[in-house]
């Protein structure tokens, strides 16, 4: 039997009719399920190209059913990952404040309609199941660990009227312990308290990393004020309080340095979450005496937390969902559909989630890399594993993609941007060339999983570690040698790779081991900073040209940068994403004098501007579907002393992924050149 679980919204890529709040909305996601086992899985940003997307999630739920060969017909079940009722309160309120609406939208039929508009068939509305957001969290979790039984604890921001979960898993069988209400929202606590360190949605993890750089005791009596430990694993929290803050702490405007003080408030609030958290699970520790703990909700991602409850000895084994975020509730929301259908979950303990896209054959790839050749220069390695070590070890920098891509927000060895982990600059270097971040922030390390021990210091009972989720510590006289990877305080968070689970990445680990010694590499996401981790070929090679970047290897393919010609640009295929609108306007600078305005919008934060020239603003205006640069260029009387300022700006655009552009489909074989070392037009913007 195929069920179909999904999480997301209700508004189609280019489209906000039904904006409901996004934080319930966000990381939409599709995985198919047969008999109670994976088939595919995948988050909607990888294939829309929106960061957290909170849009319906056609893309990968087309996906999920070609990857089976399956029809939306085909599938038994298609379920949503909160209950009908949350979503119809939502809708109600909505429909509330939104004068424009006619008719009262019910969940149902917006999710049926949706389907047969997107897949151009009839949908029985019986077959749609809205289930538990946290009992989703909560089996997407126990499934995967491979425990018969085990306390299974749910926790994020909010959904269903709740923040939180404790069930006690036996087999299939879940059972509720005890809930917390959104009062009690240890994601909300977090989330409002780094509002004054310049932090909103979904930079929590960066305020995680802050954390080590401060003193916890500065702003712990501040922040005692805000909970309350209470007997049998209870508490409370006074939401209402946080803003006393305002005494205490200067509040750090987006752009502005961060002061010892910022640090030190990161530090408390990181103190606080993990002493609310321990000490709800040492209770339900002993009442339950279970000895097994799996985790999953999005406070679950906070690896910090997690390696304090792993080195804590409260559990013999401790497994975090490594989709612990609403992307995996798609994943549980299949599971309990599937369980409810005579189908329980039939995952056993799971060792990967290579569950995305695949990069295709020999064949492909070259084809998808050769139709960049005035861009690229590549070449077949007979020994892609060793030739990529040695480029590492020499100091290269690599975009690796291989195989099928993962599920979540890790890359674990498939889309990674890769380097030596010894030398401390590689952490600037990185961040100079691709990243954009804040500095202070740590790279994750990648080891061999059969020598991570001789370079953390793990506890006795902990196992393979194979989802990056535990801040772990880095051995005392590793951390200098390790320079790259260890943080400020001497952690670092973990990957072990095995042989078994992605041959491919261990022979690389392995091939760097037996040229340096050191069994480790840095591992971080491939992406920029304003797109999601590469999924396709082609994403991965634009990152790649508008990075600094050194290679890029796909497959057994290495491929270098070239100094592209102006003929090369001007045959790009243009297009624009479908979620970017364009704008130009008339209004008021003061009350004396208009101006004019040529800007990119988006479909997706309804804040974002980005200002472009009236002259490029009127030529893509023009485009409808997809033509060559070259044709947009000469089809509107430009000038040939206008094009390179306007090649300029497309490739700013490109670089912030607000256009698109792309090689023709067959492109006229270039005469090979050297690789580039002068700026392109889109590496300039970078």
Same mark, same amino acid.
């Given at each position: 039997? *195929?069920?179909?679980?999904?999480?997301?919204?209700?508004?189609?890529?280019?489209?906000?009719?039904?904006?409901?709040?996004?934080?319930?909305?966000?990381?939409?996601?599709?995985?198919?399920?047969?008999?109670?086992?994976?088939?595919?899985?995948?988050?909607?940003?990888?294939?829309?190209?929106?960061?957290?997307?909170?849009?319906?999630?056609?893309? !990968?739920?087309?996906?999920?059913?070609?990857?089976?060969?399956?029809?939306?017909?085909?599938?038994?079940?298609?379920?949503?990952?909160?209950?009908?009722? &949350?979503?119809?309160?939502?809708? !109600?309120?909505?429909?509330?404040?939104?004068?424009?609406?006619?008719?009262?939208?019910?969940?149902? /039929?917006?999710?049926?309609?949706?389907?047969? @508009?997107?897949?151009?068939?009839?949908?029985?509305?019986?077959?749609?199941?809205?289930?538990?957001?946290?009992? %989703?969290?909560?089996?997407?979790?126990?499934?995967?660990?491979?425990?018969?039984?085990?306390?299974?604890?749910?926790?994020?921001?909010?959904?269903?009227?709740?923040?939180?979960?404790?069930?006690?898993?036996?087999?299939?069988?879940?059972?509720?312990?005890?809930?917390?209400?959104?009062?009690?929202?240890?994601?909300?606590?977090?989330?409002?308290?780094? @509002?004054?360190?310049?932090?909103?949605?979904?930079?929590?993890?960066?305020?995680?990393?802050?954390?080590?750089?401060?003193?916890?005791?500065?702003?712990?009596?501040?922040?005692?004020?805000?909970?309350?430990?209470?007997?049998?694993?209870? &508490?409370?929290?006074?939401?209402?309080?946080?803003?006393?803050?305002?005494?205490?702490?200067?509040?750090?405007?987006?752009?502005?340095?961060?002061?010892? @003080?910022?640090?030190?408030?990161?530090?408390?609030?990181?103190? #606080?979450?993990?002493?609310?958290?321990?000490?709800?699970?040492?209770?339900?520790?002993?009442?339950?005496?279970?000895?097994?703990?799996?985790?999953?909700?999005?406070? %679950?991602?906070?690896?910090?937390?997690?390696?304090?409850?792993?080195?804590?000895?409260?559990?013999?084994?401790?497994?975090?969902?490594?989709?612990?975020?609403?992307?995996?509730?798609?994943?549980?929301?299949?599971?309990?559909?599937?369980?409810?259908?005579?189908?329980?979950?039939? =995952?056993?303990?799971?060792?990967?989630?290579?569950?995305?896209?695949?990069?295709?054959?020999?064949?492909?790839?070259?084809?998808?890399?050769?139709?960049?050749?005035?861009?690229?220069?590549?070449?077949?390695?007979?020994?892609?594993?060793?030739?990529?070590?040695?480029? =590492?070890?020499?100091?290269?920098?690599?975009?690796?993609?291989?195989?099928?891509?993962?599920?979540? +927000?890790?890359?674990?060895?498939?889309?990674?941007?890769?380097?030596?982990?010894?030398?401390?600059?590689?952490?600037?270097?990185?961040?100079? =060339?691709?990243?954009?971040?804040?500095?202070?922030?740590?790279?994750?390390?990648?080891?061999?999983?059969?020598?991570?021990?001789?370079?953390?210091?793990?506890?006795?009972?902990?196992?393979?570690?194979?989802?990056?989720?535990?801040?772990?510590?880095?051995? $005392?006289?590793?951390?200098?040698?390790?320079?790259?990877?260890?943080?400020?305080?001497?952690? %670092?968070?973990?990957?072990? #790779?095995?042989?078994?689970?992605? +041959?491919?990445?261990?022979?690389?680990?392995?091939?760097?081991?037996?040229?340096?010694?050191?069994?480790?590499?840095?591992?971080?996401?491939?992406?920029?900073?304003?797109?999601?981790?590469?999924?396709?070929?082609?994403?991965?090679?634009?990152?790649?040209?508008?990075?600094?970047?050194?290679?890029?290897?796909?497959?057994?393919?290495?491929?270098?940068?070239?100094?592209?010609?102006?003929?090369?640009?001007?045959?790009?295929?243009?297009?624009?994403?479908? &979620?970017?609108?364009?704008?130009?306007?008339?209004?008021?600078?003061?009350?004396?004098? =208009?101006?004019?305005?040529?800007?990119?919008?988006?479909? &997706?934060?309804?804040?974002?501007?980005?200002?472009? /020239?009236?002259?490029?603003? %009127?030529?893509?205006?023009?485009?409808?579907? $997809?033509?060559?640069?070259?044709?947009?260029?000469?089809?509107?009387?430009?000038?040939?002393?206008?094009?390179?300022?306007?090649?300029?700006?497309?490739?700013?655009?490109?670089?912030?992924? *607000?256009?698109?552009? /792309? +090689?023709?489909?067959?492109?006229?074989?270039?005469?090979?050149?050297?690789?580039?070392?002068?700026?392109?037009?889109?590496?300039?913007?970078?």
């Amino acid at each position: 039997m *195929l069920v179909l679980g999904f999480s997301g919204g209700f508004n189609l890529v280019h489209e906000n009719p039904y904006e409901v709040p996004r934080a319930f909305t966000h990381d939409g996601a599709s995985v198919l399920v047969e008999d109670g086992r994976v088939v595919a899985a995948i988050e909607e940003e990888r294939l829309n190209r929106i960061k957290h997307s909170s849009k319906f999630p056609t893309r !990968s739920m087309r996906f999920c059913l070609e990857q089976r060969g399956a029809r939306i017909q085909d599938v038994e079940r298609i379920a949503f990952y909160a209950t009908e009722k &949350y979503c119809n309160t939502l809708l !109600s309120r909505l429909y509330m404040s939104r004068p424009e609406m006619k008719t009262l939208p019910d969940a149902r /039929s917006l999710v049926r309609g949706l389907l047969e @508009q997107e897949f151009q068939c009839d949908i029985d509305p019986d077959r749609i199941m809205f289930v538990r957001h946290h009992m %989703a969290h909560a089996i997407s979790a126990h499934a995967m660990s491979g425990y018969d039984k085990s306390l299974v604890l749910a926790i994020d921001g909010y959904g269903d009227f709740l923040s939180g979960l404790v069930v006690r898993a036996s087999g299939s069988t879940l059972t509720e312990l005890e809930s917390y209400p959104q009062s009690k929202s240890l994601g909300v606590l977090y989330q409002d308290v780094i @509002q004054f360190l310049g932090y909103g949605a979904f930079d929590e993890y960066k305020v995680m990393g802050l954390a080590p750089y401060g003193n916890a005791a500065t702003f712990r009596s501040v922040l005692k004020g805000f909970y309350e430990l209470r007997p049998n694993g209870g &508490y409370e929290l006074f939401l209402d309080r946080i803003p006393t803050l305002l005494g205490h702490v200067e509040i750090r405007k987006k752009g502005m340095p961060f002061t010892q @003080q910022h640090m030190d408030l990161a530090a408390s609030l990181q103190e #606080v979450l993990e002493d609310i958290v321990l000490h709800i699970l040492r209770h339900q520790r002993e009442a339950t005496g279970e000895r097994n703990l799996c985790l999953a909700g999005g406070v %679950a991602h906070n690896c910090t937390m997690n390696g304090k409850v792993l080195y804590s000895g409260l559990f013999d084994n401790v497994y975090v969902q490594p989709a612990a975020h609403d992307a995996g509730c798609a994943l549980g929301a299949a599971l309990l559909a599937s369980q409810e259908a005579g189908h329980p979950p039939r =995952m056993g303990a799971q060792d990967h989630v290579y569950w995305g896209s695949d990069i295709g054959d020999d064949a492909a790839i070259a084809r998808e890399l050769e139709s960049w050749r005035g861009f690229l220069s590549v070449r077949k390695s007979a020994d892609v594993a060793r030739d990529t070590a040695a480029l =590492m070890a020499k100091g290269g920098v690599v975009g690796w993609v291989q195989g099928r891509s993962e599920f979540g +927000p890790r890359a674990l060895g498939n889309r990674s941007i890769l380097a030596d982990p010894r030398p401390a600059e590689n952490k600037d270097r990185i961040n100079q =060339m691709v990243k954009k971040r804040e500095g202070y922030r740590p790279f994750a390390p990648s080891a061999l999983e059969e020598d991570a021990r001789n370079f953390f210091d793990l506890p006795e009972h902990a196992g393979a570690l194979p989802f990056m989720i535990f801040v772990v510590k880095v051995r $005392e006289d590793k951390r200098a040698l390790l320079g790259a990877i260890t943080h400020v305080d001497g952690t %670092a968070r973990l990957q072990t #790779v095995s042989r078994e689970q992605n +041959p491919r990445y261990w022979a690389l680990i392995n091939a760097f081991k037996e040229i340096t010694g050191v069994p480790v590499l840095l591992n971080t996401s491939f992406n920029n900073n304003v797109e999601p981790i590469v999924d396709s070929v082609q994403d991965a090679v634009v990152s790649f040209l508008t990075t600094k970047l050194n290679h890029l290897v796909v497959g057994d393919y290495i491929a270098e940068k070239v100094t592209p010609t102006t003929e090369d640009w001007l045959a790009l295929r243009v297009s624009l994403p479908s &979620y970017v609108s364009l704008h130009h306007s008339k209004s008021f600078a003061d009350p004396e004098h =208009m101006v004019v305005r040529s800007e990119i919008r988006t479909s &997706y934060d309804a804040r974002f501007r980005f200002p472009l /020239s009236d002259k490029l603003c %009127a030529l893509l205006m023009t485009l409808d579907g $997809e033509t060559s640069v070259g044709e947009l260029l000469r089809e509107h009387g430009v000038k040939a002393e206008q094009e390179p300022a306007l090649l300029e700006e497309l490739g700013e655009l490109w670089a912030q992924r *607000l256009v698109r552009l /792309s +090689p023709t489909a067959t492109r006229r074989a270039a005469s090979p050149r050297p690789a580039a070392d002068s700026k392109s037009f889109a590496g300039s913007h970078t």
